[in-house]
């Protein structure tokens, strides 16, 4: 490693928080070669983001160095003066963040920002600094520059204020970048614009990156070489063909098969290992739960929901029968669940979940015609029209901006729509506004779960009277046994371990907050539910367990999804078909595997192209070849373990 | 139903003793407020002429004002008056405000503007001019100060209740809400109410202080409650004649008293907050 | 920097949006004080056992049997014509009252104003700059103490302390000792016409009285400015775009100062208008602590002695001044943040 060009050996870092110290980093040890890209991926948490913030000593106040090196071009900067540090920050070593918007002084011109970053290190004029800002934002393909160049970040996109942070990080000709998430939360297009970007320039000017990212086809398209942190430790480190074809790390044999690819299936996210856990998730995620919540309460300790500490005691036995079910109850387990189907039905039922049977020629479900959304002067949703058959999953995709979410609102009739016609089972719902649709005998027959599942969940209710809500006030369900008995039940649907009932939300893991979400949304026993990008905020790992969650809650409850998200993969494994939406109207839509495998729309295949490659080599022959075999051949670990997912009941 | 647990509290108090402090001075002024009547050892009224403007003694730990009566009792008495006077308008602008910025905030459109810009308007306003003018107008009485007091909060009210439902309006659990057939009445009372409450409690602590004040001021310019009550407004302007000839003992305990319990209500409202969420501290 | 020209025409879009607010303050002076106390024709009347009819008289003479729209009309041509009606206790008109005592007011205000940033600012800054340090836990403890203190009792320690055990102060009344002569008034702020007279006995003279006065109403207004500069830089300092500016190494100086301060100063300017706007109510309990002849004393003896045209044209004056200077900050705001202009 004597060559590295920055090499950190051994780092720790805690953070003084105001009850302890975190370890956020313990003992990482990684280096990037000159001119070379490292990717840095791992799940939140995982320490990725601290280790560039300590190698650029940009660390927050609570933030320390507790021992480890940080060697840069020879030099060791881990003790660096103030004014030492300057002098590398930004002409020898750069970095670039993730929320481009926030990262660019609101009040000063992005032309005045630039020649700040060259005058900070170079002594020209104002003038030749002005002179050579308009250079760089050519250099970083911004549209019109001289006009943009008295721009306020305001009046610009995030992709083009990524652009400006982005000339201002090689200014001063670095030879590192450090590149923290730069397109996280940019649409995929942009996403790709912006990486070709930073991959261009470094190539040109063999200047190394580090790349920092959660997610593996970026890190994969873009990285010589990947390292994968987990616990502020890297647990493998390899090129991305060998690491993503052949992880050895368990931790990465999961992350690889929890993201989603072009080729993936559901049932293929998530990993299992031995015989003992059919299922990693579950156990996995209340790990994660373990270390998270910000007040843990041991399990078992007094319940405080309403009444229900006297029924606890009665129904010890039926708890502990779920919580044994409990590790087992994701996808392809045979948990104990209310409905068992028939032994022979589970078989085509488990995964057969994409051509299960849409049932075409019947009256739709739903369906919505000619749906039009104003706000003011914009149309947001713009003569939209589909139809979704009982029991069908349909997807709405689209980039922000696209009316979606919209979308998803207005058929769930919590918004009202401006034009257009929405029929549900035969009847125009679009008569009743949404501020009376609460008292509509359909309301408990369209549900929806939300992005956020966080913000989903009112803070002062626990999980329990979150569930607990739509059964009081649509089902009329007031009895206080008969109330739990249905909570319980759709709690052990979901995989909801009962004793985290009486948590609050803050106390609950993102996967489990999902899980409160799900089980409010499926408690009605509706016909529809509108899932407004679920899996959005969860990490890969518990996207993974989610998404087969929502699989097996389809089969089970006889349900019709509509399925708004901005993850192409996500939806074409998840959804029957696939409506495409650009700017308010469809551009395209159809069964998701033609649809997916032969784009007709050109937005659609721009969409589809932006969309990181997994994995190179196995997707070009994946195109070629019937495309799951041509992956599930590649993976041949997890293949071989698992030869029939469903099986094991 | 409650979010915060003991055992939180308990940690807020042991990181920040202050916190103990502030609690129990905030309730003890308050229970010096109720007992008043039975714990002055003399009658807050009571003059003697023989024993005017003597310095703080055993006989009178605060000493005497220029009619001979004991300032102690004076102090302890006023503390009644001055924290019932506060303690209304307070409540009045906290449930008015609540009611009104709760609904502006949920219905937004024109009339959240309207209401809004009445509010940026108001708030701007020397308050302490609008309160001085309302009881001149309305009549000078102690009633006519507790509604100045409580016109003159009430923006404040309005304003944090309006930004605080305005930031949940849209959250998911809201939709959830309505998802789940509530309508939006029972939305604003059952699920938005509840939900600022503590961050109005706060607000409500740090503003008793303020009512305290406010109060005070008007009595100290003669409006509101009148001599020979024992008010601590009052009791200061009667010593401000004497300072000059350095009685100060006239002035500082009053001064003392009130200056204490705004402080106490103030680092009561901080502790709240530090309970209720340790990341608001600024 | 945005043109001139758009200034002007934000200055005039605000003017005109803040003739609602004047207008509500008018006729909610107007109901204050004609509709709800008792008849003023019973108060002005020569003494308690005046005869109906010249109660009557009165009445007729004062409009008061007139319709309320049509008084309210009388009234606000009144206002709109600089007749604010006269003051029982002075005999003269309120205009030419306010107009001799604003000064006395305005220059207590700025003094204390000024006194109040060019301490609470740097305080806050200095806070901020190195949270947990002595100097922050200084200033946090000025702060909660600051805001628990009455200007009506600081002002009286103040005196107690520089007045009576010191002997610094001069006495505190008025805004000139007695043995000394007023400077010939050119701008009637007693600092600025003493220069003008190039009279510095008297300059030192005038600025001894003025001292205290202003201390207490800076005292009042420096907690909360502190505090909220502080917080404010605080925000700053750990926002993502300070970090970028780190990130690229711009120097201490200029992160400080160019990103950090420039855009905590933002909430700051909002603040000191509030503050400004507090400092112009305290005005009437300093002024009487410290027998300021300003308007706010001159509203108060009269209120007191329920002389109401005083009043009234008081609260128009505190109206008028509060526009203008929301005004001020408005425009301010505008230049400092470009994103204004979207809205």
């Keep these: 490693m004597t060559g590295a060009l920055l090499s950190i050996e051994d780092l720790h870092v805690s953070f003084a928080t105001r009850r302890n110290t975190v370890d956020a980093l313990r003992g990482v040890t990684l280096a990037v070669n000159p001119g070379e890209t490292l990717g840095v991926v791992g799940e939140s948490g995982s ?57 660019l002084n609101p009040i000063r011109t992005v032309g005045l920002q630039i020649a700040d970053a060259i005058r900070a290190h170079r002594r020209v004029s104002q003038a030749a600094a002005t002179e050579r800002a308009l250079d760089l934002l ?66 040109e000017r063999a200047m190394g990156v580090i790349f920092i990212t959660h997610d593996l086809g970026l890190a994969a398209k873009y990285c010589g070489r990947v390292v994968v942190m987990k616990d502020g430790r890297v647990v493998e480190q390899a090129a991305p063909n060998k690491l993503f074809n052949a992880p050895r790390d368990p931790y990465t044999q999961r992350l690889v098969a929890a993201s989603p690819t072009k080729v993936s299936r559901i049932e293929d996210l998530v990993v299992e290992e031995g015989v003992a856990t059919l299922s990693r998730g579950p156990v996995f995620e209340q790990a994660a739960a373990r270390r998270s919540a910000v007040v843990p309460l041991p399990v078992g300790e007094r319940v405080r929901v309403r009444g229900l500490r006297r029924l606890w005691s009665d129904g010890r036995t039926s708890i502990r029968a779920a919580q044994a079910g409990e590790r087992y109850n994701t996808i392809g387990a045979s948990a104990p669940h209310p409905n068992p189907l028939p032994n022979g039905e589970r078989e085509r039922a488990e995964f057969g979940a994409i051509s299960a049977r849409p049932t075409y020629g019947s009256s739709p479900l739903l369906r919505v015609t000619g749906l039009t959304k104003r706000f003011g002067a914009s149309t947001a949703v713009d003569g939209v029209s589909f139809a979704i058959n009982a029991g069908e999953s349909v997807g709405l995709v689209g980039e922000s901006g696209s009316g979606k979410s919209t979308i998803s609102r207005i058929v769930c009739r919590l918004l009202d729509q401006t034009e257009g016609e929405i029929r549900f089972d035969g009847t125009a719902i679009d008569a009743e506004p949404a501020r009376t649709f609460n008292r509509s005998a359909l309301r408990k027959d369209i549900q929806i779960v939300f992005q956020d599942a966080h913000d989903s969940l009112n803070p002062r209710f626990s999980a329990f009277d979150c569930i607990a809500h739509p059964l009081r006030k649509l089902m009329g369900i007031r009895g206080r046994a008969v109330l739990t008995e249905r909570v319980f039940d759709c709690a052990r649907r979901v995989g909801l371990p009962l004793e985290l009932l009486d948590r609050f939300p803050h106390q609950l893991s993102g996967g489990q907050k999902a899980r409160v979400g799900i089980a409010r949304g499926i408690a009605t026993g509706p016909r529809l539910l509108v899932l407004d990008e679920p899996t959005a905020a969860l990490d890969v790992s518990v996207q993974a367990v989610i998404l087969q969650l929502l699989v097996r809650l389809r089969q089970e409850e006889n349900l019709s999804y509509l399925f708004v998200s901005h993850d192409l993969n996500v939806v074409r494994m998840l959804c029957d078909r696939t409506i495409v939406l650009r700017n308010g109207r469809i551009v395209e839509q159809g069964r998701s595997s033609d649809l997916f495998a032969n784009p007709a729309d050109p937005y659609t295949r721009d969409l589809l192209a932006a969309i990181p490659e997994f994995n190179p080599t196995a997707a070009v022959e994946a195109k070629v070849a019937e495309p799951a075999i041509a992956l599930g051949a590649k993976r041949q670990p997890r293949a071989r373990q698992v030869p029939s997912p469903g099986g094991e009941g | 139903m409650s979010v915060i647990t003991l055992k939180h509290v308990r940690w807020v108090v042991a990181s920040n003793p202050l916190t103990l402090v502030a609690a129990s001075g905030a309730i003890i002024i308050a229970l010096i407020g109720v007992l008043a009547p039975w714990i002055t050892p003399q009658d807050p009224l009571a003059t003697d002429v023989a024993n005017a403007m003597q310095p703080p003694t055993t006989a009178h730990w605060f000493g005497t004002d220029q009619l001979g009566r004991d300032i102690f009792s004076r102090v302890v008495a006023a503390t009644r008056i001055d924290l019932a006077i506060a303690l209304s308008a307070v409540s009045l602008s906290f449930v008015l405000g609540a009611v009104i910025g709760g609904v502006c905030g949920y219905v937004g459109g024109r009339l959240d503007r309207v209401v809004g810009r009445v509010v940026d308007v108001l708030m701007a306003f020397p308050l302490f001019v609008l309160a001085m003018a309302m009881v001149a107008a309305l009549g000078n009485r102690v009633e006519n100060v507790i509604l100045a007091t409580a016109f003159i909060n009430l923006p404040f009210y309005i304003r944090f209740a309006r930004a605080e439902v305005n930031v949940r309006r849209d959250s998911g659990w809201v939709e959830a809400a309505r998802a789940g057939g509530e309508n939006d009445l029972s939305i604003i009372l059952f699920f938005l109410l509840p939900n600022i409450l503590p961050a109005m409690a706060v607000q409500v602590s740090l503003n008793l202080g303020w009512a305290i004040l406010n109060a005070a001021g008007l009595s100290f310019i003669g409006l509101g409650v009148q001599a020979p009550t024992a008010e601590w407004g009052i009791m200061v302007a009667e010593g401000a004649r004497f300072i000059t000839s350095g009685k100060w003992w006239l002035v500082a305990f009053p001064g003392a008293a009130l200056m204490l319990s705004v402080l106490f209500f103030n680092l009561l409202g901080d502790a709240l907050r530090d309970i209720l969420d340790p990341r608001m501290r600024t | 920097m945005r043109s001139a020209r758009a200034i002007i025409i934000r200055v ?82 309120v205009l030419t009252d306010l107009r001799q005592r604003l000064p006395a007011s305005l220059e207590l205000t700025f003094t204390a104003f000024t006194l109040a940033v060019i301490i609470a600012i740097p305080l806050g800054i200095a806070a901020a700059m190195r949270p947990n340090s002595l100097i922050d836990h200084g200033v946090r403890f000025v702060c909660t103490l600051g805001v628990c203190v009455p200007t009506f009792v600081s002002g009286l320690i103040l005196i107690f302390v520089f007045y009576y055990i010191l002997g610094v102060a001069p006495d505190p009344t008025g805004r000139l000792d007695i043995f000394v002569s007023a400077p010939p008034s050119v701008t009637s702020f007693m600092l600025v016409d003493f220069l003008i007279a190039g009279d510095l006995e008297g300059w030192m003279a005038a600025a001894k009285q003025l001292i205290l006065p202003s201390a207490t109403m800076a005292l009042f207004v420096i907690a909360p400015l502190a505090r909220i500069t502080r917080a404010s830089m605080l925000g700053v300092l750990s926002s993502d775009f300070v970090r970028t500016a780190r990130a690229v190494g711009l120097s201490s100086v200029k992160i400080n100062i160019v990103y950090a301060l420039r855009n905590a100063m933002l909430p700051v300017l909002t603040i000191a208008g509030i503050m400004f ?67």
């Design chain 1, 47 to 103: 320490g990725k983001s601290v280790t560039a913030l300590a190698a650029m000593h940009l660390l927050d106040r609570a933030g320390r160095v507790s021992s480890g090196r940080i060697v840069f071009q020879g030099e060791d900067i881990t003790h660096l003066s103030a004014s030492a540090l300057r002098a590398v920050r930004g002409s020898r070593m750069s970095m670039i963040f993730q929320n481009p918007r926030a990262a």
């Design chain 3, 12 to 93: 005039g879009e605000r003017l005109l949006s803040s003739l609602p607010a004047l207008l509500g303050v008018l006729v909610v002076t107007f109901v204050l004080m004609r509709v709800l106390p008792g008849d003023p024709a019973v108060f002005f009347a020569s003494g308690p056992n005046a005869g109906q009819a010249e109660i009557d008289n009165l009445r007729q003479r004062m409009g008061l049997d007139q319709p309320l729209f049509v008084q309210l009309m009388h009234y606000l041509r009144d206002v709109g014509t600089g007749n604010l009606g006269n003051s029982l206790t002075t005999g003269q008109p």
């Design chain 3, 277 to 343: 706007s507090t400092m112009l109510g305290a005005n009437v309990l300093v002024e009487k602590v410290f027998s300021w002849p300003g308007v706010g004393s001159y509203a108060l003896d009269a209120l007191l002695s329920s002389d109401y045209a005083p009043v009234q044209g008081f609260v128009l004056l505190m109206a008028c001044i509060f526009v203008i200077i929301n005004l001020v900050i408005d425009v301010l705001y505008g230049i400092a943040d470009p994103r204004i202009s979207v809205a």
């Design chain 1, 138 to 203: 050519r250099l970083v393909l911004i549209r019109d520059p001289e006009t943009r160049l008295n721009a306020y970040p305001h009046e610009l996109s995030g992709g083009m204020c990524q652009r400006v942070i982005i000339a201002m990080a090689i200014a001063c000709e670095p030879d590192l970048l450090i590149a923290d998430e730069p397109t996280t939360g940019l649409d995929v297009s942009t996403q790709k614009a912006i990486m070709d970007l930073i991959a261009g320039i470094a190539a």
